[in-house]
């Protein structure tokens, strides 16, 4: 029900945020589908509401073609081969990701946040935009992702560390005198993607068949969780209600502080606690990007090898409103961190992993790529399947993250929200874009054009920090005598 301007739920165990709360989609297209079923999902009622009712949230998504958005997203621009053009990846990627800002944006102004200075759709192509990178067709924009034909199928392969290229010659199970590429397409075209992939995760390296045409997976893990992007579990009464939320960030990389992004963006205050011995490794990447995602954001830094620093990351989880985490289950168990014992005890939780929480491949790593190809956010392009976008499943997943986690925060119940990366980008998959073709210009410049209409490619573009992130740990004291005290 509402009270004042505030959504409020009953103080009884409920399946989702969410639930019985009235919510109205204002516009059409596939962005209009994309958040009514982000918004069932989170247990809303979608209806249409009518006009002098005032008791709902209404969520304004436009009406825009999926390949608009994805023209303007900046994405588009880096996806396709070098010498070739841009080009569409299945799906309405660019839409979803602009219905699940809507989401976000209408659930936080609820919650009496201001949402004046929140990104659009061009969030996709932040990233490149920072590093100067363009289209690098075969390979992902990055560089360290490509997909290899194999004897049955297509492998989409990411190494990104160093260390991946060391573990290849037990991956291939032989020598590699040449370049390490050739040595492992030419090993793929001899296996059957799903051993291949399989053999690769057991290895640590981040490996997944890909499909060659958009559809929903259809491996155990998909099955497992229903086809669901997010799990929801509900837990006990919220401990923490605060107006200005208190977000302890434990994610690296693109997609967890992306989230934790947008919400400190609206007035949240995000607190992120990094390894002493292992701190995210972003910070060693563009200072531009780790800037971007963390600037305003306090640092601690913990020895999670020691029982001082264990107890004070369980402080900081039960000062909390809102965890969000990256870590694999086993790695949290290792800690001796009960995620599920967190939320009982009326903590928001809300983990990110490659394929979820939970299911057969709970344990499978994952990057940006990798993930997005294995849901089918690709291309064919002659003989060979190209990456769509940049790392496209990290800035969605930020995305579909930030607004679940602004459900949880209006709720008076805590959750647990499991959500896998890999079906956040295939529920966008499912939405086919327009039939369109890409032509140039007088001027030279690419355009996509459709029976209905003609929209211009953007190239990447990118905001900037509005001041230096912290330094490591540069935080810690002030933080822990404020939320944890002597």
């Not at 999926?66 to 070098?82: H, I, K, L, N, P």
């Not at 990447?285 to 780790?290: E, I, K, T, V």
């Not at 959750?415 to 327009?434: G, H, K, N, Q, Y």
Request: aromatic fraction near 6%.
């Amino acid at each position: 029900m509402f009270h004042g301007d505030k959504v409020t739920m009953a103080e009884s165990a409920r399946s989702a945020p969410l639930a019985g709360v009235p919510c109205r989609v204002l516009g059409g297209g596939p962005a209009a589908i994309h958040a009514e079923r982000l918004l069932t999902a989170l247990g809303a009622t979608v209806a249409d509401v009518t006009c002098d009712d005032t008791r709902y949230i209404a969520v304004n998504v436009g009406s825009s073609p999926a390949v608009q958005d994805w023209a303007e997203s900046g994405a588009m621009a880096v996806t396709g081969r070098t010498d070739g053009p841009p080009s569409v990846a299945a799906g309405s990627a660019a839409s979803a990701t602009r219905a699940w800002l809507a989401v976000f944006a209408a659930l936080r102004e609820v919650d009496g946040s201001v949402c004046h200075h929140l990104p659009g759709v061009e969030i996709l192509g932040e990233r490149a935009a920072l590093l100067g990178r363009g289209r690098n067709g075969p390979w992902s924009v990055g560089g360290a992702f490509r997909v290899l034909p194999t004897a049955d199928g297509y492998l989409g392969v990411s190494l990104p560390r160093s260390d991946d290229f060391v573990l290849l010659p037990a991956l291939i199970q032989g020598e590699i005198s040449g370049e390490p590429w050739e040595a492992l397409a030419d090993w793929a075209r001899t296996q059957r993607a799903d051993e291949a992939a399989e053999r690769a995760q057991l290895l640590g390296i981040a490996a997944a068949t890909v499909p060659t045409s958009p559809s929903r997976p259809h491996d155990e893990q998909y099955r497992g969780r229903h086809g669901k992007a997010a799990l929801l579990r509900p837990g006990g009464i919220r401990r923490n209600r605060r107006h200005q939320p208190l977000i302890v960030d434990f994610t690296a990389l693109w997609a967890g502080p992306l989230c934790a992004h947008l919400l400190g963006l609206t007035g949240a205050q995000v607190v992120k606690v990094e390894s002493t011995q292992r701190p995210d490794g972003a910070r060693s990447g563009p200072r531009d990007f780790y800037d971007l995602m963390h600037s305003g954001h306090s640092s601690v830094a913990v020895d999670f090898t020691t029982t001082e620093g264990i107890e004070t990351l369980q402080h900081l989880i039960d000062a909390a409103d809102l965890v969000l985490e990256a870590s694999r289950p086993r790695a949290l168990r290792t800690l001796g961190i009960d995620a599920e014992a967190a939320v009982d005890a009326g903590t928001n939780w809300l983990g990110i992993t490659a394929y979820g929480r939970c299911g057969p491949w709970s344990d499978r790593i994952g990057f940006g790529d990798d993930v997005a190809a294995a849901a089918g956010a690709t291309f064919p392009d002659g003989p060979d399947i190209l990456p769509g976008g940049d790392a496209l499943a990290d800035p969605m997943t930020g995305v579909y993250a930030a607004a679940t986690a602004a459900a949880m925060l209006l709720s008076d119940r805590a959750f647990l929200a499991d959500i896998s990366m890999r079906d956040v980008v295939a529920s966008a998959v499912e939405i086919p874009a327009e039939p369109h073709d890409v032509v140039r210009d007088s001027a030279g410049r690419w355009r996509v054009r459709t029976p209905a209409a003609e929209f211009q490619v953007r190239a990447p573009r990118a905001r900037r920090a509005s001041a230096p992130a912290s330094e490591l740990g540069a935080d810690t004291q002030e933080v822990l005598a404020r939320w944890i005290g002597p």
